[in-house]
């Protein structure tokens, strides 16, 4: 019973159990008010997507996530515990010391049907990066993320001026019920859109060199191929399986090939979307 209610008397009980009810109701309140408070500071600060996008990350199944010197064979396994930002790796910083990326043969990796020019780094999205003479960086979708999405209904890309974030939203493509943000690679302002008609979608003025946390060189074709294994897998979870291991497999056709619910949930899986 509560004191407004008829017939409350007050004993030690009662004030035992009052005692512990408004003590609970205290630390509710102010564990709300708390999440209030740093959910606003976010959004003022402009780190609510750098917020959203480590929860996200965490939410990845293990497989999802590998240390990319893992992928090249240099660990025999291990998951990644920065998100995807190897700048902030000690792991990566010392295998770097010890042995620097190799240098490409040629001037693009090309297997399973694709290509990916050797003049650029990768994110982990399937978005690319390459660095112009001016010191802006251009950002389109690799030859994977074009052939899987095919063409799109419409494109959302972000206003000239505006400040993408690293892993935030860089632009959402639309097709069918799908509405599906493309993780921007980097941190930098954006100077002028292309679009899917365009060989790329955003020219950035970069907020730092610094881009050791994207692919690049020799660390491109280990990455395509675990990209193939994650896409057989997504397939495989979504009640479908191609065998991809007996030469080249397009995955325009795979996707082409899938039905809408199961085409929608392997577009989740390989864009990194929990």
Known sequence: MLPWNYGFHWTLGTMIFMGAFYTVLAIVAATLISAAWRSRRHLRSGTAEEVRWHSDFHDLPARDRPCRHQLTGELEYRDCQNSFDCRQCDTHRTLLEQRPPSKPDGKSYEDFGMTFPLDRMYHRGHTWVRRERNGTVTIGLDDFGRRLFGKPDSVELPRKGQRIRLNGAAWRIRKGN?????????????????????EWYLKVRPAHPDLRHLLEGSEVQFWVAGEMERLQGALSAAGTAPNMVNGPTDVAAIAAACPTACWEAVCGTMFLRP
């Open 178 to 198: 799908l509405d599906q943000p493309v993780l921007s690679p980097l941190n930098g302002i954006v100077l002028e859109t292309g679009g899917p008609d365009s």
